[in-house]
């Protein structure tokens, strides 16, 4: 099944913003990106709000996304304790 160019281009435009977010992320936390891909992965963060919420979050500044990822992981995680 052939998979059209609208496809793969909001799909490369959500992994695009997915990537730079992470980055700035890890950078402002001071954290290896590959470690905090996988804290976010664990708790849904990239399927369930950088991918899904793309439509909405591509309208904000990197920096917004940014805290939006860092805020949401914290949350997830501060529920484990």
């Known amino acids: ?11 490369y ?8 977010a992470i980055e700035n992320a ?3 936390l001071g ?5 905090l891909f996988v804290r976010l992965q664990k ?3 990239v399927k369930d709000g950088l991918f899904a919420f793309y439509d909405e979050l591509h309208t904000q500044s990197l920096d917004w996304v940014t ?7 914290r949350n997830r ?5």
Request: aromatic residues 2%; proline residues 0%.
């Open 1 to 11: 099944m052939a998979v059209d160019s609208t496809t793969q281009d909001l799909d």
């Open 13 to 20: 435009r959500k992994t695009h913003l997915a990537v730079a």
């Open 26 to 28: 890890a950078t402002k």
């Open 31 to 35: 954290v290896d990106s590959a470690d």
């Open 43 to 45: 708790h849904g963060i």
């Open 67 to 73: 805290d939006f990822i860092i805020e949401s992981l």
């Open 77 to 81: 995680e501060t529920k484990e304790v």
